[in-house]
C-alpha cells in the first residue's frame, strides 16, 4: 500500500510537471509580441538663398552687396560645393567677389568652392561672398552687362569627417554607378 501511494505520489508529481511543461509549451507558442523597427531616412535637401541689390547703373568704382549662402532644409548634416558662374567671362577682367576662404576652399580642377564644415540640418552656410566690385580702372563704355550664376550641390556627411572624403566617395559612386554592365 506505501508503494501504491508512492507511486501515486510520484504519479501526480510527474503529471503536475508534464502539465507545467506543456503550458510552459502552449504559452511560448501562443504568446507573442510586437515592436515598431523605425528608423529614418536621411533627407538631403539644399537650396541657395541670396541677398542681392544690384546697382542701378554698373561704373567704374562701385560695389554692390551680392551675398550668397545655402541652407540645409533636409534632416541629415551635409557637405555643400558651390559653383560661381559670370554669364560674360570677359567681366572677369574688372569684376571682383569677396570670397570667403576662410569658411570655403576653392579647388582650381573643377571650379567649384567647398564648404570646410559639415552643414547641419536647418542651417546656413557662412557666406561665400557678399560683395561684387568693379575696378576704378576700367572705363565706364568697357563696362559689359552680366549675371553670375550660382549652381550647388551636397552630399550627405554620413560617416566622412572631411569634406574631401564626402566628395571624393561621392564621385567614385557617381562615376560607378554610370558604368555599363
Known amino acids: 500500500m506505501r508503494k501504491a501511494l508512492k507511486n501515486k505520489k510520484a504519479l501526480s508529481v ?6 507545467l511543461l506543456i503550458g510552459g509549451i502552449l504559452a511560448y507558442q501562443t504568446s507573442s509580441d510586437s515592436a515598431d523597427n523605425l528608423f529614418g531616412i536621411g533627407s538631403d535637401r539644399t ?3 541670396e541677398k542681392y541689390e544690384p546697382p542701378a547703373k554698373l561704373e567704374a568704382g562701385i560695389s554692390f552687396p551680392k551675398e550668397v549662402q545655402v541652407v540645409n532644409n533636409g534632416n ?6 558651390v559653383m560661381a558662374l559670370f554669364t560674360d ?9 569677396d570670397y570667403n576662404t576662410s569658411a570655403w576652399d576653392y579647388n582650381s580642377n573643377d571650379g567649384y568652392w567647398y ?5 547641419e540640418a536647418g542651417k546656413k552656410t557662412d557666406p561665400l561672398f557678399q560683395t561684387v566690385s568693379i575696378s576704378r580702372d576700367v572705363s565706364d563704355g568697357d563696362i559689359k552687362d552680366f549675371e553670375i550664376l550660382i549652381y550647388h550641390e551636397s552630399c550627405e556627411k554620413g ?3 572631411t569634406y574631401e572624403e564626402a566628395w571624393t566617395d561621392f564621385l567614385k559612386n557617381l562615376d560607378n554607378s554610370f558604368v555599363p554592365d
Open 14 to 19: 510527474s503529471a503536475l510537471a508534464a502539465l
Open 47 to 49: 537650396q541657395i538663398v
Open 76 to 81: 541629415a548634416p551635409v557637405y555643400v560645393r
Open 89 to 97: 567671362e570677359s567681366v572677369l577682367d574688372y569684376t571682383t567677389l
Open 115 to 119: 564648404y570646410k564644415q559639415p552643414l
Open 159 to 161: 560617416t566622412h569627417e
